[in-house]
């Protein structure tokens, strides 16, 4: 008995093996219960053997079948889901769908199928879900679905039903979801829905059926008294009319209606019994041009909270539309092009005092040609209002006045949590707005950006000097040390981007004192010049942006006291080529949470690889559109950085290392990197690159082989990186053959450079040995010849002394065990100052110059020991001079003998440092190496 088991077992699977391996289908979960085979967008045209006996869900979908055989499916008895949609399939047999009793879901969608007969499904009695949307039925039968008993779920959308007859789903107890929509039905017959005891959701948009008594026929709906959701839009196009009698009084359980309107609609006492509606949605093709006091009297003891209008061209709303609506929460009137926002605050009247979430009035007025004013006397009907979200966009607002919506007490400004006015045209007195940030009620968030004009003229109490309220404060701050905005406690997001036009420079503070909560402050596009500020108060902010201000100066600094940050925006400032170069490091010091930086569009051409060596918690940086010729940060830093945007800038390769170190992140996790827009070689020196270009995990601007870059050959052609790979081996062969003819003659030529020198010595052996005994006189000088390995020159000023006495020789002769000279502790008094300086410098191995603006003051200094140091330069001994600018050099005074011996001082022998720069910071390493390197 075991044995013949054990067979049984062996021959199903090989029997698996050798169905699967006739189809490319993708088998899975062949290791449970639940497995499943997906055999879509194979182009079939007919149904191959299926033995696959243990399979639960199949899919045929997107092939071109156009028949089913009679026994295609017979074997396949525990079948739970099948889908054929996407096919040609025009008929299907009786015997079609035989075996299949287990199967619960069937679709059949997007097929070409114009009829069914009542012995369809008869072998599929337990099917849940059938979907027959996109086909061409004209007409179904009273008994197609007669065996579908357990049916929940029928979509039978985009076909060509014209009539739903009597008793069409009489055999559907249990159905709950009916999708009839874009059909061509113009009407209804009485019992069209009789049977369907439980259906929740109906849907019958985008046909034909004319709000008329002769295509809804009385109490049509009669079966309907658990249904929760009716879509009826988009089917009576007529301007005039009304709602059919004894036809919504029986929907008892309905909760959401969108349903078509007219120029004067009326909802009336046949809605009465929609007491447990929530949602009335007349946004899809609404007519309504006048909303009379008694157009929605049906809804008086309802439960309604939400009501929208949308696109109706409301000219007129009576004072008393909304009056009998207690439960109201919601209402949206949006785009009502011929209403202006005074008309549409007046419509508010009804709900005077009630407690509101959300209304919004946004896009109205937008095709009116002139701009609009809120006077108090408007907005008071929403000031009377306790609401949290109101919405004004995009309304052509011009001005609000001052104590519109700030009346001390009021419901409005008690409530209001979030307001958004952005896409106006405010100009002038701004007052309301600021007394709304200022006020101290439950405001989280505001947004005003996107303004055309804005001014302000009078922003009382916005901004203060030291703690105090300044009236009429325009937007200058040329005498103000210190800026406060009060904001309410609540605030989590602030937008005024694109507000101002033109903006002073900020002063030396800006403190919030009761912004504990905001989270996001966008200050993007307002004009700033210069961003010296230091800004307080924001422990919690998530979201800085500064994008498109005139920051090209900014406080080292700014940053120091928003250490909560996530994301930075500092995208087209106009900052300077080398800004980053020396004040990267410091500016960014305390952002060590920070996961996104922008710094694209800016003029940015050198930075410091390590500045963000602290923020390792970045996810995504974008340098685009900038002047970078490498890579400005060093990715071994960033073990989560997920996108790295280096397009449009000057880049021409990617070294090895830089190639290496963007692999090992992609080995970790998805890595995008961007690098279109650059002027990429595939010059025979980085044709490595442009191998790696297309074997690379990493993700690309196109995606993998897709990613074909524009680039330029050694001799000039302008090509691509998907022509040099299709010809990979036609420039390999190039590039190598001329490596080989230069090795070939440079063999030949020493060949004839060894017989001459051979020659030469054989007849002046004796006048050569002397020549190199004279030369060995001369040997190159070396470290260990001097006793000191530098002479620091810097001038008497006290911080330059303290700088050299102090910080260098701790740093170097303790750190990096370096031999510093120092006059002020070497020199005794009394000596000759002209004679000490010359010993000094030659008893030492390397000459440092500290040049600050006190150097270039200090005449011993700049002058004297300036060209003393330029003597001491030799031909033996060509980099003995090292010049650290503590200052900028533009901001330096002139000085002839420095810039003399610039020209004699290699580049690499030239460092920026900034006087603060704390002892652990890599230049130290990299000044230290300099003195102790030998000449080459």
Same mark, same amino acid.
């Given at each position: ?66 028949? +089913?055989?009679?026994?295609? %499916?017979?074997? /396949?008895?525990? &079948? $739970? !889901? @099948? #889908?054929?949609?996407? =096919?040609? *399939? ?49 007409? +179904?039968?009273?008994?197609? %679905?007669?065996? /579908?008993?357990? &049916? $929940? !779920? @029928? #979509?039978?959308?985009? =076909?060509? *039903? ?775």
């Amino acid at each position: 008995m075991i044995k013949i088991n054990t067979f049984a077992w062996v021959a199903l699977f090989a029997t698996h093996i050798v169905s699967t391996a006739t189809l490319p289908c993708l088998v899975q979960g062949e290791d449970n219960n639940e497995t499943a085979v997906d055999c879509s967008h194979l182009h079939l045209t007919s149904l191959p053997p299926l033995d696959f006996y243990y399979v639960t869900s199949l899919d045929f979908s997107f092939n071109s079948l156009s028949f +089913l055989h009679g026994s295609s %499916f017979s074997r /396949l008895t525990q &079948l $739970r !889901h @099948l #889908d054929l949609s996407h =096919n040609v *399939l025009q008929t299907l047999d009786k015997q079609s769908f035989q075996g299949l009793r287990e199967l619960r879901s069937l679709d059949l969608s997007s097929n070409s199928m114009s009829a069914l007969t009542s012995l369809t499904f008869v072998h599929v009695p337990n099917l849940e879900v059938l979907k027959l949307d996109q086909n061409n039925f004209k007409t +179904l039968g009273r008994d197609v %679905f007669q065996d /579908l008993t357990h &049916l $929940r !779920h @029928l #979509d039978l959308g985009n =076909n060509d *039903l014209q009539v739903l007859h009597n008793d069409t789903f009489a055999h559907l107890p249990h159905l709950t979801w009916l999708g009839i929509g874009s059909n061509r039905l113009e009407r209804l017959e009485a019992g069209a829905m009789t049977g369907l005891n439980n259906l929740i959701n109906l849907d019958l948009s985008h046909n034909q059926l004319s709000l008329i008594a002769t295509v809804f026929p009385p109490r049509v709906f009669a079966s309907l008294g658990k249904l929760q959701v009716l879509h009826l839009e988009h089917n009576d196009d007529s301007q005039n009319g009304e709602y059919p009698d004894n036809v919504f009084n029986d929907l008892v359980s309905l909760t959401s209606l969108t349903i078509d309107t007219f120029s004067e609609v009326h909802f009336g006492q046949d809605f009465a019994a929609l007491r447990n509606i929530h949602t009335l949605d007349l946004s899809e093709n609404c007519k309504i041009s006048h909303l009379a006091n008694d157009s929605l009297e049906g809804f008086k003891n309802s439960s309604l909270t939400f009501l929208h209008f949308e696109g109706c061209g409301m000219n007129g709303v009576e004072l008393c539309a909304f009056c009998e609506l207690p439960s109201l929460k919601r209402l949206w009137i949006i785009d009502q092009h011929w209403m202006t926002p005074n008309m549409a605050l007046e419509s508010l009247y009804g709900l005077q005092f009630q407690n509101m979430t959300e209304i919004s009035l946004s896009n109205v007025g937008d095709f009116l040609q002139f701009l609009h004013v809120i006077d108090s006397h408007s907005a008071r009907f929403l000031r009377n209002i306790c609401v949290s979200r109101v919405s004004m966009v995009h309304s052509g607002l011009q001005r609000l006045a001052g104590n519109a919506l700030t009346v001390r007490n009021s419901p409005f400004l008690n409530c209001i949590e979030h307001a958004d006015f952005s896409q106006n045209r405010f100009i002038g007195d701004v007052s309301a707005f600021v007394k709304l940030v200022t006020s101290k009620g439950r405001l989280r968030t505001l947004s005003l950006q996107d303004q055309q004009t804005f001014s302000i003229g009078d922003a009382q109490c916005l901004v203060s000097q030291d703690f105090g309220c300044k009236e009429n404060l325009v937007i200058g701050f040329h005498h103000v040390t210190t800026i406060v905005v009060k904001t309410p406690p609540n605030l989590t997001y602030l937008n005024i981007s694109s507000v101002f036009p033109h903006f002073n420079p900020l002063p030396v503070n800006i403190t919030f004192p009761s912004a504990t909560k905001l989270e996001e402050l966008d200050l993007s596009y307002l004009g700033m010049a210069n961003c010296y500020a230091t800004w307080y108060g924001l422990q919690n902010l998530k979201t800085f942006n500064l994008n498109g201000n005139y920051c090209f100066n900014i406080s080292e600094t700014m940053f120091d006291f928003l250490d909560s940050l996530k994301q930075l925006g500092l995208s087209n400032l106009g900052i300077g080529p080398d800004f980053f170069l020396s004040r990267g490091w410091r500016l960014f010091q305390n952002l060590d949470r920070l996961e996104a930086l922008d710094l694209s569009r800016n003029n940015l051409q050198f930075a410091d690889p390590e500045m963000l060596r602290a923020q390792t918690r970045l996810t995504k940086l974008d340098f685009s559109v900038n002047r970078f010729q490498t890579v400005p940060v060093n990715v071994d830093n960033h073990g989560d950085l997920k996108v790295l945007d280096l397009s449009h800038n000057f880049l021409t390769t990617l070294t090895s290392s830089e190639q290496s170190a963007l692999d090992s992140l992609a080995g970790r996790h998805t890595f995008r990197l961007k690098l279109f827009g650059n002027p990429l070689e595939c010059a025979c020196y980085n044709l490595d690159m442009v191998q790696w270009l297309w074997h690379t995990s990493v993700s690309l601007d196109g995606e993998g082989r897709e990613a074909n870059y524009t680039c330029t050959t050694g001799s000039g052609e302008i090509t691509s990186t998907e022509r040099v790979m299709a010809q990979w081996m036609s420039h390999w062969r190039r590039c190598v053959g001329s490596q080989i003819f230069g090795i070939a003659l440079s063999g030949f030529l020493l060949q004839i450079l060894s017989i001459v020198v051979v020659f030469v010595t054989a007849r002046s052996w004796t006048q050569l040995c002397y020549a190199w005994k004279a030369v060995r006189r001369h040997r190159l000088p070396r470290r260990h010849h001097f006793r000191r390995d530098a002479y620091v020159v810097y001038s008497d000023a006290e911080r330059d002394v303290i700088l050299a006495c102090v910080t260098l020789r701790e740093v170097l002769e303790e750190k990096y065990s370096v031999r510093l000279l120092l006059r002020d502790r070497e020199d005794l008094p009394g000596s000759v100052k002209a004679e000490s300086i010359v010993q000094h410098i030659d008893h030492s191995w390397k000459v440092v110059l500290l040049v600050t603006r006190d150097f270039s003051q200090d005449e011993w200094a700049c002058g004297f020991t300036v060209q003393q140091a330029q003597s001491s330069i030799t031909d033996t001994m060509p980099d003995r001079v090292i010049v650290v600018f503590l200052e900028e050099p533009r901001v330096l005074p002139a000085m002839p003998s420095l810039r003399l011996l610039l020209r004699m001082v290699p580049e690499s022998n030239i460092l920026h440092v900034h006087r603060d720069t704390p002892p652990q910071h890599p230049v130290w390493k990299t000044l230290a190496d300099l003195i102790t390197r030998e000449q080459s």
